[in-house]
């Protein structure tokens, strides 16, 4: 009798015990051979021309070389081939990035031993294998971009907006009932609506905890009762886009797998931020449509544009912060923003469209809503915010205008600054302890708005105490006397040097006062945004 023709498999994952416990279900198989271990994507590349396996299980998040780059050039090399991306990760930037690299399957790590080798079977005869919840978090993530564009495209009024979350909130969360409120008493969706709607005392309790919770079935109920048997009970806040003060939350009855409902919060912490973007939309677009007149209508942009900024800077032990804009007219097309992020740590952005007028105002409106939004979904990768934000910026809009961007996190404790510049002036970042040495933090990618094809490296800084970061717009170092000649970069590392040593309001004042002394009477032509951050010693 012939001896059956065995499956042979390559398995790859930087983490040795992953290895051992995938070792151990292969071996469970009389028709699966293992042929070869991998700790990272360069040797899962060479393995393959050496052993020639017929199916790898591929890692996504490995040093040296990921996964997906691996994939592609396994694909390309050996296209015979086949391989499953096996990892612990569901996020749509990585599935379409392993399916795009030539992957036919994706799994996560929690996938049971039958499942496992029913898809490396498939895979080997050119079947592909996607895992139901990989394909659940793709569908929520494709319907949140429709009602994205869909709300950016319509700037809805609350009507309009119900009618949106009633056609696309429910393929989000199937086998679960969705209650959205706005505080008091507006109801944006009840579905399905014979549903039985959660107590009034969950609202409330909402309302004033302000906190993303999930109770899994017989959890005790802060507002009293226990959570009944049928299902898990998420409550997300909706914030206010500038306030940050609750306007109203989200109800969803989870009755499918209620033990895992806690992966769904970042999905419902997205669409909240999506329902208070549209609402603050919404008011914008009231407001302007008030005003008929030309002049009357710059003046009020200039207004809801200087209400875009910040309220207050961050209130930080051992920092010190200042930040001003001076626009050149009614409107801006600079900006800079503090958002706050989990784990105590700040988003710190500055930018400035490359054109001016109202036009320039609401390009910087839209792309700073974009990076409020995908901070909040990505808070520790400023390269993914930044690429996020750029494909936004070309899909959603055909305004030739592009923005040049610096944005980083800092975490507060360690001093820490990861950051992406994007085609930016570099900020100054002044050494106290190294002889006020001045480190710029050069460009990591191009300007946003020019191609979908633009991408971002991650770098990183520290500040230690009497540090001090400049961060400007060019509207300062071209700034011109009556002679028509620029401040320049020389006069400004000079000026902040010298005021090294200050407070970051007086640095602020002192930079601006010898600014406007070398313009004199020359008109401002570009508008002029600061902001310094100290570490104190």
Same mark, same amino acid.
């Given at each position: 009798?012939?001896?059956?023709?065995?499956?042979?498999?390559?398995?790859?994952?930087?983490?040795?015990?992953?290895?051992?416990?995938?070792?151990?279900?292969?071996?469970?198989?009389?028709?699966?051979?293992?042929?070869?271990?991998?700790?990272?994507?360069?040797?899962?590349?060479?393995?393959?021309?050496?052993?020639?396996?017929?199916?790898?299980?591929?890692?996504?998040?490995?040093?040296?070389?990921?996964?997906?780059?691996?994939?592609?050039?396994?694909?390309?090399?050996?296209?015979?081939?086949?391989?499953?991306?096996?990892?612990?990760?569901?996020?749509?930037?990585?599935?379409?990035?392993?399916?795009?690299?030539?992957?036919?399957?994706?799994?996560?790590?929690?996938?049971?031993?039958?499942?496992?080798?029913?898809?490396?079977?498939?895979?080997?005869?050119?079947?592909?294998?996607?895992?139901?919840?990989?394909?659940?978090?793709?569908?929520?993530?494709?319907?949140?971009?429709?009602?994205?564009?869909?709300?950016?495209?319509?700037?809805? *009024?609350? =009507?309009?907006?119900?009618?949106?979350?009633?056609?696309?909130? &429910? /393929?989000?969360? %199937? #086998?679960?009932?969705?209650?959205?409120?706005?505080?008091?008493?507006?109801?944006?969706?009840?579905?399905?609506?014979?549903?039985?709607?959660?107590?009034?005392?969950?609202?409330?309790?909402?309302?004033?905890?302000?906190?993303?919770?999930?109770?899994?079935?017989?959890?005790?109920?802060?507002?009293?009762?226990?959570?009944?048997?049928?299902?898990?009970?998420?409550?997300?806040?909706?914030?206010?886009?500038?306030?940050?003060?609750?306007?109203?939350?989200?109800?969803?009855?989870?009755?499918?797998?209620?033990?895992?409902?806690?992966?769904?919060?970042?999905?419902?912490?997205?669409?909240?931020?999506?329902?208070?973007?549209?609402?603050?939309?919404?008011?914008?677009?009231?407001?302007?449509?008030?005003?008929?007149?030309?002049?009357? *209508?710059? =003046?009020?942009?200039?207004?809801?544009?200087?209400?875009?900024? &910040? /309220?207050?800077? %961050? #209130?930080?032990?051992?920092?010190?912060?200042?930040?001003?804009?001076?626009?050149?007219?009614?409107?801006?097309?600079?900006?800079?923003?503090?958002?706050?992020?989990?784990?105590?740590?700040?988003?710190?952005?500055?930018?400035?469209?490359?054109?001016?007028?109202?036009?320039?105002?609401?390009?910087?409106?839209?792309?700073?809503?974009?990076?409020?939004?995908?901070?909040?979904?990505?808070?520790?990768?400023?390269?993914?915010?930044?690429?996020?934000?750029?494909?936004?910026?070309?899909?959603?809009?055909?305004?030739?205008?592009?923005?040049?961007?610096?944005?980083?996190?800092?975490?507060?404790?360690?001093?820490?600054?990861?950051?992406?510049?994007?085609?930016?002036?570099?900020?100054y970042l002044i050494r106290a302890q190294d002889d006020k040495r001045v480190q710029l933090l050069f460009k990591t990618g191009m300007v946003l708005g020019v191609t979908e094809e633009g991408s971002w490296e991650q770098s990183e800084t520290q500040l230690v105490q009497g540090d001090t970061l400049l961060l400007y717009t060019d509207g300062l170092i071209d700034a011109q006397d009556s002679s028509e000649t620029p401040f320049g970069e020389r006069r400004l590392k000079e000026t902040i040097v010298a005021h090294t040593g200050h407070s970051a309001q007086d640095i602020q004042t002192g930079?601006?006062?010898?600014?406007?002394?070398?313009?004199?009477?020359?008109?401002?032509?570009?508008?002029?945004?600061?902001?310094?951050?100290?570490?104190?010693?």
């Amino acid at each position: 009798m012939a001896e059956m023709s065995r499956i042979r498999v390559l398995i790859v994952d930087d983490h040795a015990v992953v290895r051992n416990g995938l070792t151990t279900v292969l071996r469970i198989y009389d028709d699966l051979e293992l042929v070869g271990e991998a700790s990272n994507g360069k040797e899962a590349v060479d393995l393959c021309q050496q052993v020639r396996p017929d199916v790898v299980l591929m890692d996504l998040m490995m040093p040296i070389m990921d996964g997906a780059e691996a994939t592609k050039a396994i694909r390309q090399r050996c296209p015979q081939i086949q391989v499953i991306a096996l990892t612990s990760f569901k996020e749509k930037d990585l599935v379409q990035g392993a399916l795009e690299a030539g992957a036919i399957g994706y799994l996560l790590k929690n996938v049971s031993t039958e499942e496992l080798a029913d898809a490396i079977r498939a895979a080997h005869t050119g079947k592909p294998t996607m895992a139901p919840a990989v394909i659940e978090a793709l569908t929520q993530a494709q319907r949140m971009e429709q009602l994205a564009r869909a709300i950016l495209d319509t700037s809805p *009024e609350p =009507a309009d907006l119900a009618a949106l979350l009633k056609e696309h909130a &429910p /393929e989000m969360f %199937p #086998d679960s009932a969705i209650e959205i409120r706005i505080y008091p008493d507006q109801t944006l969706m009840h579905d399905p609506s014979g549903h039985p709607p959660i107590p009034e005392s969950a609202w409330q309790w909402l309302h004033t905890s302000s906190r993303a919770s999930c109770f899994s079935p017989g959890a005790e109920l802060p507002w009293g009762g226990v959570q009944t048997d049928d299902g898990a009970l998420l409550l997300v806040p909706i914030t206010g886009f500038e306030s940050r003060v609750p306007m109203g939350g989200i109800a969803i009855r989870r009755q499918r797998d209620p033990h895992a409902a806690t992966e769904l919060i970042p999905v419902i912490k997205s669409l909240a931020a999506q329902i208070s973007s549209a609402i603050h939309s919404a008011h914008v677009r009231a407001q302007a449509l008030e005003h008929q007149k030309v002049a009357q *209508e710059l =003046a009020l942009a200039g207004q809801i544009q200087v209400s875009f900024l &910040p /309220e207050s800077l %961050p #209130d930080l032990d051992g920092w010190q912060f200042a930040a001003t804009m001076e626009p050149a007219r009614e409107t801006s097309g600079d900006f800079y923003d503090f958002i706050p992020l989990p784990n105590g740590h700040w988003g710190i952005v500055i930018a400035d469209v490359a054109d001016k007028g109202l036009g320039a105002a609401l390009y910087m409106s839209l792309g700073r809503s974009l990076i409020r939004t995908y901070a909040t979904e990505y808070p520790a990768r400023p390269d993914r915010v930044l690429l996020a934000t750029n494909r936004r910026l070309l899909s959603d809009t055909s305004a030739g205008l592009f923005i040049t961007t610096f944005y980083g996190v800092l975490d507060p404790t360690s001093g820490t600054l990861t950051y992406c510049n994007a085609g930016h002036n570099p900020p100054y970042l002044i050494r106290a302890q190294d002889d006020k040495r001045v480190q710029l933090l050069f460009k990591t990618g191009m300007v946003l708005g020019v191609t979908e094809e633009g991408s971002w490296e991650q770098s990183e800084t520290q500040l230690v105490q009497g540090d001090t970061l400049l961060l400007y717009t060019d509207g300062l170092i071209d700034a011109q006397d009556s002679s028509e000649t620029p401040f320049g970069e020389r006069r400004l590392k000079e000026t902040i040097v010298a005021h090294t040593g200050h407070s970051a309001q007086d640095i602020q004042t002192g930079l601006l006062r010898e600014l406007h002394f070398f313009m004199g009477d020359a008109p401002q032509a570009d508008d002029i945004t600061l902001v310094v951050i100290i570490r104190e010693s």
